[in-house]
């Protein structure tokens, strides 16, 4: 019993002088873990951050895109069979804006006549609108050919799209 006793008092004495130290080697190391973990969650969130912003960056991007998408006119034109031998040429403004001084024709020599030029350039094209042209044709005419459409935005902007088209 003795023995257990002076075991004690030296753990006792022991402690005295080194229990302090000992508890600081554990506070300090316990708080070089927890800036450890620290850091990596600061990475982290830093990084969830960005993608946050590239994201919202992303969205702004989108909505901007639709908005100016949905000021501007776009004019296409197809080329139509509305019976035996009759053609159109169907000019329409797919485009949420109304489109000017709108013109349409083939490019290069297809030998495809377009009657009523007069109509050309149709002043005001809006929104979901079309206008027909006459067309003759015979039997050299072009079998492919392309169509050009032009037309000037509402900030006086030049558009020209060309499209493909041929007899069906």
Known sequence: MEVLINTLKEMMSFIKDWGALIIAGISLLVAIISLFKSSKAQRLQNKVNELELKIKQDE???ITKEKEDAELACVEARFITVGKGKHRLKVWNSGNATAYHVSAR????VGIMIMGQEKQPFEELEARKSYEL?????????????IVTEWTDSSGNQHTKTQMGDFS
């Open 60 to 62: 702004l991007d989108k």
């Open 106 to 109: 083939f490019d290069g020599d």
């Open 134 to 146: 006459v067309l003759i044709t015979h039997n050299g005419s072009a079998s492919k050919f392309r």
